[in-house]
C-alpha cells in the first residue's frame, strides 16, 4: 500500500497529464498552452495546505491549554479528549477537597495506645487517607517510627509498631468485631463516612471515621459534561454509603463502590468493550493503571501522586474541576477546526484545478495561490491559540 505522502503525489502527477490531454485534445488548445495549464495543476494541486491542517491545529490546542495550566502530552490525546462520551472520576481527591477529617472514633484500648499504633503505621504512607490519619494522631500522641511497612493496595498499610503487628485497613477488611465495635462501625457508615478498622497482632481494636468535603465545582462540572453529552460516572474504594452521600450531591447518578484498583480496571474495561470512549480523572497511586486503561486520561496535579502525573495524558497543573469541562470544549474546537481546514484545503485544490484546466490560472498566480490557501490554514488555526477566555464551564 503506497504512503499517504506518495499517493498524493500519484494523484498530482496524473491529474497534471489528465488536464494536460483534456486541454489539448477536449478544448483543441495548443500543446503548449496545454503543457502550461498542466504544470499549473503540479503547482495548485500541492497539499500543502491540507498537511498542515490537522498539525497546525493540534499545536495551537495545547499552546492554548497550557497557558490555562492543562499540559497535554501528545495531539492524539487532545484528540481523543473531544471525543468522549463517559468521563469516569475518581471520589476521594478529585471529586472532594482532600481535607479528610477525624469525625468519629471507637477503640477498646487505651486511646494513647490506639492512636500511636494507628498513627505510626499510617505514618510513610502517601495516601490521603493516612495523611488525615497521621495529622490527628500527631495531635493525640507522639508517633513512632514503622518497621516492616507493608502497602496492602487498595486495602490499608500492614506495619510493624512497637514490636506488635498493626494493620490499619477498611472496615470490610475485618470480620467478626465485638458487638460493641460492630454497632459504632455500622452508626459511621450510615453517616456516610470512610471507616479505618485497626488490629494489634491480629486482634481487632477499633474504627476511625473520616469524613471529607465535596469540592464547590463538582457539581457544576459533572452538569456540564451532561450538557456536552458526555456521562459522568464514579469509581470509588470507600464504602457505599460514603460513595452514595458524595454521588446524590454532587448528581452522579451511576457509581460503584467499595473497588480495588483492579475493580476499576475491569470497570473501565468493560465501558470499552460497550463501544464507549472514556475518559478516567484521577489523582492517587491506585488510579495510575485506571488512568493507563483509559482512551484518555486526565490527572489531578496539584495535590495528585507522582504515579498519576506519570501516566496521564493530560495534567490539570490546580485540582480545578471546570477545565475538565473546558478541556473537552478545546478538544472539540480542535476538532471542528481539523475538518473546517481539511475541507477548505480540498475545495482549493478541485477549485485550483479547474481554473487550471479552463486557463484562468498560469503556474506564477497559482503558485502564489497556493501559498494563500496554507496561510489561510494557518490562521484558522491561531484562532485558537488567540483565544484567551477562561474556562467557564
Same mark, same amino acid.
Given at each position: 500500500v503506497a504512503k499517504p505522502n506518495q499517493a498524493i503525489k500519484n494523484t498530482a502527477i496524473t491529474l497534471s497529464i489528465a488536464v494536460f490531454l483534456i486541454a489539448w485534445f477536449g478544448l483543441a488548445t495548443p500543446w503548449q498552452v496545454a503543457l502550461e495549464r498542466g504544470v499549473t495543476v503540479l503547482v495548485v494541486f500541492c497539499p500543502c495546505s491540507l498537511a498542515l491542517a490537522t498539525p497546525t491545529a493540534i499545536a495551537a490546542g495545547i499552546?492554548?491549554? $497550557?497557558?490555562?495550566?492543562?499540559?497535554?502530552?501528545?495531539?492524539?490525546?487532545?484528540?481523543?479528549?473531544?471525543?468522549?462520551? !463517559?468521563a469516569v472520576f475518581d471520589k476521594t481527591g478529585t471529586l472532594t477537597l482532600n481535607k479528610l477529617t477525624v469525625a468519629d472514633y471507637v477503640t477498646e484500648i487505651d486511646e494513647a495506645f490506639f492512636f500511636n499504633y494507628l498513627g505510626t503505621a499510617e505514618k510513610l504512607s502517601e495516601h490521603p487517607i493516612s495523611k488525615a490519619i497521621v495529622d490527628f494522631c500527631e495531635q493525640k500522641t507522639k508517633l513512632g517510627e514503622p518497621i516492616n511497612l507493608t502497602s496492602m493496595v487498595g486495602?490499608? #498499610?500492614?506495619?510493624? *509498631? %512497637?514490636?506488635?503487628?498493626?494493620?490499619?485497613?477498611?472496615?470490610d477488611y475485618f470480620s467478626n468485631p465485638s458487638p460493641s465495635l460492630k454497632q459504632k462501625k455500622e452508626e459511621m457508615l450510615n453517616n456516610g463516612l470512610t471507616v479505618i478498622g485497626v488490629s494489634v497482632d491480629e486482634k481487632?481494636?477499633?474504627?476511625?471515621?473520616? $469524613?471529607?468535603? #465535596?469540592?464547590?465545582d463538582a457539581q457544576t462540572a459533572v452538569s456540564r459534561l451532561n450538557d456536552l453529552s458526555v456521562q459522568s460516572v464514579m469509581l470509588t474504594g470507600d464504602n457505599r454509603a460514603s460513595a452514595k452521600a458524595v454521588a446524590v450531591e454532587i448528581g452522579i447518578s451511576q457509581y460503584k463502590h467499595d473497588l480495588m484498583p483492579a475493580d476499576k480496571v475491569a470497570a473501565i474495561e468493560e465501558l470499552k468493550q460497550e463501544g464507549k470512549n472514556v475518559c478516567m480523572i484521577g489523582d492517587g497511586v491506585n488510579d495510575a493503571p485506571s488512568l493507563t486503561t483509559a482512551t484518555t486520561s486526565i490527572a489531578m496535579g496539584a495535590l495528585g501522586s507522582d504515579a498519576a502525573l506519570e501516566v496521564a495524558d493530560i495534567v490539570l497543573m490546580n485540582d480545578d474541576l471546570i477545565k475538565v469541562v473546558g478541556? *473537552?470544549?478545546? $478538544?472539540?474546537?480542535?476538532?471542528?477546526? !481539523?475538518?473546517?481546514?481539511? !475541507?477548505?484545503g480540498m475545495v482549493f485544490n478541485i477549485g485550483a484545478v479547474v481554473l487550471s484546466l479552463l486557463g484562468y490560472i498560469n503556474p506564477v498566480l497559482g503558485?502564489?495561490?497556493?501559498?494563500?490557501? $496554507?496561510? %489561510? #490554514?494557518?490562521?484558522?488555526?491561531?484562532?485558537?491559540?488567540?483565544? &484567551?477566555?477562561? %474556562? &467557564?464551564?
Open positions: 499552546g492554548n491549554a $497550557s497557558r490555562r495550566g492543562v499540559l497535554v502530552k501528545s495531539g492524539s490525546a487532545l484528540e481523543a479528549l473531544g471525543k468522549t462520551q !463517559i486495602v490499608g #498499610v500492614k506495619a510493624t *509498631v %512497637f514490636g506488635k503487628t498493626v494493620v490499619a485497613a477498611k472496615a481487632l481494636v477499633g474504627f476511625l471515621g473520616l $469524613s471529607d468535603v #465535596v469540592k464547590p478541556m *473537552v470544549k478545546l $478538544s472539540r474546537r480542535v476538532l471542528r477546526t !481539523i475538518k473546517t481546514n481539511i !475541507i477548505l503558485a502564489l495561490l497556493h501559498n494563500v490557501s $496554507s496561510v %489561510f #490554514v494557518v490562521g484558522n488555526s491561531a484562532l485558537i491559540l488567540s483565544d &484567551k477566555r477562561p %474556562f &467557564k464551564g
